[in-house]
């Protein structure tokens, strides 16, 4: 990548930051990735052999810690890289150092490529048992002594819905405040009674699709949220053996429940969120809602927490590819056996509801012809046909992905709302970072892209790391 002959390079810097050397004679620029604005990249064409580069990050000369790297006899240090082909078999010699003018430090080399068959490949960590029960040990004790309480933000709001609301009024409001989900209150029994969420939505949305349906557009006007949940538990065949409707449990937790006890309720439920719920009365009378708990709050805990003490956790410095983890394609990484659902921006509306609830997922990457990641389409997004009451005159099944996106998003540019809702990140990130970006609120799923061409390679998300985590 470069040769000797420092000085043009020093001349041609100017202090430019995030650029990479290139021959030692030009700058080449590098740019953050797209939804990575911690990641910066840049692409260069190189021979098989021995290289020497080295970065200038805001006029200051750096090398990489992490790689192989020379020294030479005047101090200066400089990265090492040796690409290989399938033909190609790297010798290291005295001759190269001497050639360039540095000390080739062949331990470090030895220690992070391993030259075989002619091709140079990263000898990748691989989980320790003895560090996954430590740093599991210690996340368990953290959750199961702290509690719901540290989730409460210093100031905010809860909504809630009363069952009696209309369904559309109800949908109108999900999309005004922003928000996927509301608990639902019933004011006959005087109690929090359920949820309302986009799947609700999306379930309302097959059902006036479907021909043989009794539910209609204009039936939404007074059709209430307790109908809709009555005549979904029918749908369901959630009935007792009289043919009454069955009312599912709210499932909820309190102030003085500890973490661990609403991080596992919230992945056994396979839920998204659950109401925090306070009563003085021993009955449980006059219900007080006070936040709505999710895995983003109790992983920022965790991470606050853990900070400044990451040593205890010997996992949180591995690549998330070398751990069980998420969803990925195959070949890539380690799966959890699901099939990584992708659609592309042509495909059908109807299509990315239906695989939603089948795959029982939350979001899907949409790709082009490459499989690179385009946009991706989640859930919550059918709150967005509320706008203009446009689920009044739209078929599903003749809406394209790409029409649905763009209902509420005109006023971002593409770069804009690739970087707003696709959150990424690369296969060689290490737990700590994903875990520090999916504590992030709103982030509830980081997409795992190759680096350059934004190739989908797998998906992770906020479940994905308290399965890991919780064993």
């Given at each position: 990548?470069?040769?000797p002959?420092?000085?043009?390079a020093?001349?041609?810097?100017?202090?430019?930051?995030?650029?990479?050397?290139?021959?030692?004679?030009?700058?080449?620029?590098?740019?953050?990735?797209?939804g990575?604005?911690?990641v910066?990249?840049?692409?260069?064409?190189?021979?098989?052999?021995?290289?020497?580069?080295?970065?200038?990050?805001?006029?200051?000369?750096?090398?990489?810690?992490?790689?192989?790297?020379?020294?030479s006899?005047y101090?200066l240090?400089?990265?090492?890289?040796?690409?290989?082909?399938?033909?190609?078999?790297?010798?290291?010699?005295?001759?190269?150092?001497?050639?360039?003018?540095?000390e080739?430090?062949n331990?470090?080399?030895r220690?992070?490529?391993h030259?075989?068959?002619?091709?140079?490949?990263?000898v990748?960590?691989?989980?320790?048992?003895?560090?996954l029960?430590v740093?599991?040990h210690h996340?368990?004790?953290?959750?199961?002594?702290?509690?719901?309480?540290?989730?409460?933000?210093k100031?905010g709001?809860v909504?809630?819905?009363?069952v009696d609301?209309?369904v559309?009024?109800?949908?109108h409001?999900?999309?005004?405040q922003?928000?996927?989900?509301?608990?639902?209150?019933?004011?006959?029994k005087?109690?929090?009674?359920?949820?309302?969420?986009?799947?609700?939505?999306?379930?309302?949305?097959r059902?006036?699709g479907?021909?043989?349906?009794?539910?209609?557009?204009?039936?939404?006007?007074?059709?209430?949220?307790?109908?809709?949940?009555?005549?979904?538990?029918?749908?369901?065949?959630q009935?007792d053996?009289?043919?009454?409707?069955?009312?599912r449990r709210?499932?909820?937790?309190?102030?003085?429940?500890?973490?661990?006890?609403?991080?596992?309720?919230?992945?056994q439920?396979?839920?998204?969120?659950?109401p925090i719920?306070?009563?003085?009365?021993?009955?449980g009378?006059?219900p007080?809602?006070?936040?709505l708990a999710?895995?983003?709050g109790?992983?920022?805990c965790?991470?606050?927490?853990?900070?400044?003490?990451?040593?205890?956790?010997?996992?949180?410095?591995?690549?998330?590819?070398?751990?069980p983890?998420?969803?990925?394609?195959p070949k890539?990484?380690?799966?959890n056996?699901?099939?990584l659902?992708?659609?592309?921006?042509?495909?059908s509306?109807?299509?990315a509801?239906n695989l939603?609830?089948?795959?029982?997922?939350s979001?899907?990457?949409i790709v082009?012809?490459n499989?690179?990641?385009?946009?991706?389409?989640?859930?919550?997004?059918?709150?967005?046909?509320?706008?203009?009451?446009?689920?009044?005159?739209?078929?599903?099944n003749?809406?394209?992905?790409?029409?649905?996106?763009?209902?509420?998003?005109?006023s971002?540019?593409?770069?804009?709302?690739l970087?707003?809702?696709c959150?990424?990140c690369l296969?060689?990130?290490?737990?700590?970072?994903?875990?520090?970006?999916?504590?992030?609120?709103?982030?509830r799923?980081?997409?795992?892209?190759?680096?350059g061409?934004?190739?989908?390679?797998?998906i992770?998300?906020?479940?994905?790391?308290f399965k890991?985590?919780?064993?």
């Amino acid at each position: 990548m470069f040769v000797p002959g420092m000085d043009s390079a020093r001349e041609a810097g100017g202090g430019v930051a995030g650029t990479v050397l290139m021959r030692w004679t030009r700058l080449v620029p590098m740019s953050p990735m797209e939804g990575c604005p911690t990641v910066f990249q840049a692409i260069c064409s190189i021979t098989p052999g021995y290289h020497q580069y080295k970065f200038l990050v805001d006029g200051e000369w750096k090398h990489d810690e992490h790689q192989p790297c020379s020294t030479s006899e005047y101090g200066l240090v400089n990265t090492v890289l040796f690409p290989g082909e399938a033909n190609y078999n790297p010798v290291v010699g005295p001759e190269m150092a001497l050639g360039s003018g540095m000390e080739l430090d062949n331990e470090t080399f030895r220690r992070v490529v391993h030259v075989s068959d002619g091709t140079a490949s990263d000898v990748v960590p691989r989980i320790s048992e003895a560090d996954l029960q430590v740093s599991r040990h210690h996340i368990s004790v953290f959750l199961s002594t702290h509690t719901a309480y540290e989730l409460f933000p210093k100031s905010g709001k809860v909504l809630a819905l009363d069952v009696d609301l209309p369904v559309k009024q109800a949908f109108h409001i999900l999309y005004e405040q922003g928000i996927p989900m509301a608990p639902l209150w019933d004011f006959s029994k005087g109690q929090f009674v359920g949820m309302l969420s986009a799947l609700d939505f999306i379930l309302i949305l097959r059902e006036i699709g479907n021909h043989g349906s009794n539910l209609t557009e204009e039936e939404l006007d007074t059709h209430t949220i307790s109908a809709w949940k009555e005549g979904k538990a029918y749908l369901n065949r959630q009935i007792d053996g009289h043919g009454r409707a069955l009312s599912r449990r709210l499932i909820h937790a309190g102030p003085y429940d500890n973490l661990k006890v609403v991080a596992l309720r919230i992945l056994q439920n396979e839920v998204a969120t659950i109401p925090i719920i306070h009563s003085s009365s021993e009955d449980g009378s006059f219900p007080q809602l006070l936040h709505l708990a999710s895995l983003s709050g109790i992983l920022k805990c965790i991470c606050r927490y853990f900070r400044h003490c990451s040593g205890t956790l010997p996992i949180l410095q591995l690549p998330i590819c070398t751990i069980p983890v998420g969803t990925w394609v195959p070949k890539i990484g380690e799966s959890n056996r699901r099939p990584l659902a992708m659609l592309r921006p042509s495909a059908s509306l109807s299509s990315a509801l239906n695989l939603l609830i089948q795959a029982q997922v939350s979001s899907i990457p949409i790709v082009d012809d490459n499989d690179s990641l385009l946009d991706i389409y989640c859930r919550s997004d059918i709150t967005a046909l509320a706008k203009d009451r446009v689920y009044t005159h739209i078929n599903i099944n003749e809406m394209t992905i790409h029409q649905a996106l763009q209902l509420g998003q005109d006023s971002y540019s593409l770069y804009e709302r690739l970087n707003q809702r696709c959150q990424m990140c690369l296969r060689s990130d290490t737990l700590h970072k994903v875990m520090e970006r999916l504590a992030n609120p709103g982030v509830r799923r980081l997409i795992i892209v190759e680096a350059g061409s934004k190739r989908v390679e797998g998906i992770v998300t906020l479940s994905d790391i308290f399965k890991f985590l919780l064993g």
